[in-house]
């Protein structure tokens, strides 16, 4: 554990994912910086708090901006001593502003998504409903009207308070636009035009959806190859659950109709992927690759020394023409290893290519 290492961990995420949880199962004395009454509860008891050997965790610490000066003074102080404060917030400016500035060296950063596959039994139903603990994975009632809830209160309280200067109401037009952009190349004009604002307000905001843990933008490959290249991220939603209230689906037989769904399988496989190379500590630079003659790749690992090609696709009869197809669009970046991720019962594995399903993927994964 980083507590281990570090004075200080910073535990970062989306709202309701988990973070109190598991803070309060680590255990130590809690303060949750939203509440007026634990700001002045942990003024007034400062200097017991940091001379005790108790974990002191600090919930949604940008709150109060002061703190973090005061917690580097109480590292500095003995800079040997670890595992002393915990610190628990969405992205926002402000916390990564002052994380950057008073606690760079002195802290590590700890990324906490939604559930992963290997803690759900039906992968479907985490396709279908997002990890959110409360979204509906573990009472599917609540699929729906959760996320309506949480996107509600995203839009009107916390990204303005987190500085994004729209109305709620554009934020929530933004909002749907991008749902149906999932899995498409970013065009900041075009969709600025749609929404009567300019390219570099659209960019601006959407680094807010970003930070917000809503959207990830999955840069373009540009490596030196023979082929032109697009060079613009595609947008994904980070949760699949999210994604799919917003386009009105509520149920795996209604996702399986809908003309886009290898898109939302698409970003399903790679966020599952990227969240969980996060989570394990695993360092690897991801991008998707499209040549301007469509040859494309959902997602790219460059692990330094080698590069893996992966592609996603909806099927349980993966045909050799699809296989053949891939292992050709690797050899144009000269990746080392193929893999498809699909939804085969039996795997397929050589030195050069892997045929597998999600789950034997997320194994392969943390094999290495």
């Known amino acids: 554990m980083r507590l281990q290492n570090f004075p200080a961990v910073a535990i970062v995420g989306p709202r309701q994912c988990g973070k109190t949880t598991l803070a309060k199962m680590i255990g130590g004395s809690y303060f949750d910086l939203e509440r007026s009454a ?24 940008q709150r109060v901006p002061d703190v973090f000066q005061r917690l580097r003074a109480a590292i500095d102080e003995d800079r040997g001593r670890k595992g002393r404060f915990l610190l628990l917030g969405s992205v926002s400016p402000s916390l990564m502003e002052n994380v950057s500035e008073s606690l760079a060296g002195r802290l590590a950063i700890l990324e906490l998504t939604p559930f992963f596959l290997s803690e759900i039994e039906q992968p479907d139903d985490l396709w279908l409903m997002g990890g959110y603990p ?33 109305k709620p109401q554009t934020t929530q037009r933004l909002i749907r636009m991008l749902a149906a952009l999932h899995g498409q190349t970013l065009n900041a004009s075009q969709l600025g035009t749609s929404m009567a604002l300019d390219a570099k307000t659209i960019r601006s905001y959407l680094d807010y959806l970003e930070g917000a843990f809503l959207i990830r933008l999955l840069p373009p490959f540009l490596g030196n190859i023979k082929k032109r290249l697009v060079k613009s991220p595609k947008i994904f939603w980070r949760d699949c659950g999210l994604l799919h209230s917003i386009l009105g689906v509520h149920d795996i037989e209604q996702l399986f109709a809908q003309p886009w769904v290898g898109s939302s399988w698409e970003g399903f496989v790679i966020e599952q992927t990227l969240s969980r190379l996060s989570a394990s500590g695993k360092s690897t630079q991801a991008f998707y690759m499209r040549t301007s003659d469509q040859y494309e790749l959902d997602l790219v690992l460059d692990w330094g020394t080698q590069k893996w090609a992966i592609e996603s696709k909806l099927t349980s009869n993966p045909s050799p023409q699809m296989i053949t197809r891939l292992q050709k669009t690797a050899e144009i970046i000269n990746a080392r290893r193929s893999v498809l991720v699909c939804r085969v019962e039996e795997p397929i594995e050589s030195d050069e290519l892997l045929v597998t399903d999600l789950r034997g993927w997320m194994r392969h994964l943390l094999s290495q």
Request: glycine fraction near 8%; proline fraction near 5%.
């Open 38 to 61: 634990d700001q002045v509860r942990l003024d007034a008891m400062w200097n017991q708090l940091i001379n005790g050997d108790e974990l002191l965790i600090l919930d949604e610490a």
């Open 134 to 166: 409360d979204g509906g994975i573990l009472d599917e009632d609540m699929f729906g009207p959760w996320q309506e809830s949480y996107l509600a209160l995203l839009t009107q309280r916390d990204l303005p308070s987190w500085g994004l200067p729209a």
